[in-house]
């Protein structure tokens, strides 16, 4: 496999992983050269989702309040 498209597919990765609990993220895609993957209805406005970049996305930092983070494994000890 091509070291680029290892590095975007990986990318892409990390994406899903962060994203995975976002209540406006609805699909994203798996092809690693879709300049937009991302489905997200926010900023559509409506239930009909847009597709928007990973950087876009990322940006509006829903993921971070949506509280389905992973847990860290010193916190579940109740450090």
């Known amino acids: 496999?091509?070291?680029t498209v290892r590095l975007k597919q990986?990318?892409?990765n990390v994406?899903?992983?962060l994203i995975a609990g976002c209540r406006f993220c609805v699909q994203i895609s798996q092809d690693p050269d879709?300049?937009?993957p991302v489905h997200c209805v926010k900023y559509s406005g409506c239930a009909i989702p847009v597709l928007v970049n990973a950087?876009?996305?990322l940006?509006?930092?829903e993921y971070k309040r949506s509280?389905?983070?992973p847990e860290r494994p010193d916190a579940a000890a109740g450090s």
Do not use: I, V
């Open 15 to 17: 994406t899903q992983q």
């Open 34 to 36: 879709d300049k937009t």
């Open 10 to 12: 990986t990318m892409l």
């Open 55 to 57: 950087a876009t996305c």
């Open 67 to 69: 509280g389905k983070r």
């Open 1 to 3: 496999m091509d070291d």
């Open 59 to 61: 940006s509006c930092q």
